[in-house]
C-alpha cells in the first residue's frame, strides 16, 4: 500500500468506525487505553462532518471528555498518545500517533458541540466539566490483511 492508499484508508475508517480507542500514557509510564466516541463519524454525528473535512490533510482527531477523567491528568504529565480505528471484519485499521493536548479554546469547544451530550454537561458547551482533547498526529500507520505501511505526518 502506497502513502496515500493508506490516508485514504485511515480516512474512510475515521468517518465510519462507530469508536476510536485512545491511549495515553500513564503514571507508571505504560500506555492506558480506552474506547471514545468517533466524533467524525458521519453517520452517528452527521453535524459535525463539515467541521473536520479541512482537518483531512493533518488527520487531525478530536475528542470529547470529562474533565475529571483520568486522561486528562495524563495528557497534561506527557503528551504523547494514539489514536487506533479499526474494522474487525475487514481487517483494516489505522493507527494514528502524535501529540494530545487538552484544548481550551472556546472556538473549538462550540463547533464540537451536539445536542445529546447535554445529558452529560448539564450547563452546555462550556461547563467546566467537559473538556476537548486534540491528537496532533505524526506518523500513520495503516493495516490491510497481512500489509502494514507508515507514512510520516505533519512535522
Not at 86 to 99: K, Q, Y
Not at 127 to 145: E, G, H, N, R
Request: charged share 20%; aromatic share 8%; proline share 6%.
Amino acid at each position: 500500500m502506497n502513502s496515500h492508499s493508506a490516508i485514504g484508508l485511515c480516512l474512510e475508517l475515521m468517518r465510519t468506525v462507530a469508536s476510536v480507542s485512545l491511549s495515553t500514557v500513564g503514571e507508571d509510564g505504560f500506555p492506558r487505553t480506552r474506547a471514545m466516541l468517533n466524533l467524525r463519524n458521519a453517520q452517528k454525528l452527521p453535524a459535525l462532518v463539515p467541521l473536520f473535512v479541512p482537518l483531512d490533510k493533518t488527520l487531525t482527531v478530536y475528542f470529547r471528555t470529562n474533565t475529571g477523567s483520568r486522561k486528562i491528568e495524563q495528557i497534561r504529565k506527557n503528551p504523547k498518545g494514539c489514536a487506533y480505528y479499526c474494522d474487525n471484519g475487514g481487517f483494516r485499521a489505522a493507527l494514528l500517533t502524535g501529540n494530545l493536548e487538552v484544548v481550551e479554546d472556546a472556538d473549538v469547544k462550540d463547533a464540537l458541540r451536539e445536542m445529546e451530550w447535554s445529558q452529560y454537561y448539564p450547563e452546555g458547551v462550556y461547563s467546566p466539566q467537559s473538556s476537548i482533547i486534540k491528537l496532533t498526529p505524526t506518523m500513520l500507520t495503516a493495516y490491510t490483511s497481512l500489509s502494514i505501511t507508515d507514512v510520516p505526518l505533519g512535522e
